[in-house]
């Protein structure tokens, strides 16, 4: 079987499930990247060298073997590339795709109404609603939007993305967070670009108000950096927390695994317009009890309620500082968090778990009997609209 993945550019968040995809199929496996990786990207500590890997093409560099393998692979998976004009060649000749996509209506599913927008979504997927086409849904609300359009239907799984996963033993997450009966700070983290839409301000607010009675019990580690950074330490400055939270400034993926795996918590607060929030997936690999908004993509995916992590509602501040405070109040409840969220990475929402489940899923596909999977990638994804994160919550 032939598989081929087409994008923009490979990522760190991709080169672990495509490593498992040419383990499992060797050189009947590529990945086309369609442009090379923007400045800003590699600014932040994202690396080209995924250009080097042995199954990466660069269509710009050679279009007509990159052309061959879309139009004639079994199977092409289709993220955002850019060159739409290839998936749907393929589609129109009825050939089996499985689009990859984040939501289509970030930013309200009111936009659904606008003409001109229906008919470009039709054109890209509503009218392959009976082709072998399939949506990988990368984020818990995006079958919602594709309901709206009436895409898919029944052919809707569970997706997301597979950071590098780490293998611990409960010992070994103890001992990098110094865990013991006599530990008195506990470590909290919080990681990502600095913008409005991933309120790192929260974290500041945080720490004043944790400091009027956790003083010299708990700090607060932000690795990140962007165009809300001097701002943040103004209001730092202003609230007087200088000396409870370190600001890393921008670090590399290893650099931010290495500030996870030290801390207890991970307090990610990214509102709707965050599509996954990759750093889910490593903070919970790094055995972190998540405190999280329910906003965003991966989180309805990877977090139960109280047993893996916390979910806060609509981007409720008070309601994150309620829970990050029962995490700090209760440390059986806080490691048992951790380490089920570890489990749930390592046995279930990993690159080599997702590469088996999407292959067995095309497999049958192939053989005429579809058999999603019975929980995490390619299982059904339910619809659930973005407002369902009302339902969570401490």
């Known amino acids: ?89 393929r589609l129109n000749q009825g050939k089996l795709t499985m689009r990859i996509s984040e939501r289509l209506y970030r930013e309200g599913q009111w936009k659904a109404v606008s003409p001109k927008g229906l008919f470009h979504k039709y054109k890209e997927h509503t009218r392959y609603r009976n082709f072998p086409a399939y949506l990988l849904c990368a984020g818990a609300y995006v079958a919602s939007d594709f309901h709206i359009i009436r895409a898919y239907p029944g052919k809707m799984l569970k997706w997301g993305y597979f950071p590098e996963t780490r293998q ?20 909290i983290a919080w990681a990502g670009r600095f913008i409005p839409l991933k309120h790192p301000e929260y974290m500041i607010r945080l720490g004043r108000n ?59 607060t990214s509102n709707h317009l965050e599509g996954w ?22 989180v309805p995916y990877l977090i139960q309620h109280g047993k893996n992590g916390m979910i806060y509602p609509d981007n409720n501040f008070e309601k994150m500082e309620e829970a990050v405070r029962f995490l700090l109040e209760h440390p059986k409840e806080r490691r048992q968090m951790g380490w089920e969220a570890y489990q749930t990475i390592a046995g279930l929402w990993n690159a080599g778990h997702g590469a088996e489940e999407l292959l067995r899923v095309i497999e049958g596909i192939r053989r005429g009997n579809f058999q999603p999977a019975a929980e995490g990638p390619l ?4 619809v659930l609209p973005p407002g369902k994160s009302r339902a969570y919550g401490t």
């Open 168 to 187: 611990y033993s409960k010992e070994q997450i103890w001992r990098m967070k110094g865990e013991g009966a006599e530990r008195i700070c506990c470590d």
């Open 1 to 89: 079987m032939t598989v081929t993945f087409i994008s923009n550019y490979i990522n760190h968040h991709q080169i672990p499930f495509s490593n498992a995809c040419f383990k499992l199929l060797g050189d009947d496996y590529h990945f086309i990247q369609t442009q090379p990786m923007e400045r800003e990207r590699l600014e932040m500590g994202w690396s080209k060298d995924g250009e080097k890997l042995p199954y990466v093409l660069c269509l710009y560099e050679e279009e007509e073997r990159c052309r061959k393998l879309v139009m004639e692979s079994d199977v092409l998976l289709a993220g955002w590339s850019g060159r739409e004009d290839l998936v749907q060649e």
């Open 277 to 298: 929030g990759a750093v889910v997936n490593e903070a919970m690999n790094s055995g972190c009890a998540v405190v999280a908004s329910g906003q965003a993509g991966a």
């Open 379 to 382: 299982s059904l994804a339910k």
């Open 210 to 268: 944790l400091k009027k009675n956790w003083n010299g019990r708990f700090r607060i580690h932000m690795a990140g950096s962007g165009e809300m950074e001097q701002e943040l330490k103004e209001l730092a400055c202003k609230y007087q927390v200088e000396d409870v939270i370190t600001f890393y400034g921008f670090q590399t993926p290893d650099g931010v695994r290495e500030i996870m795996e030290k801390c207890h918590i991970y307090v990610f």
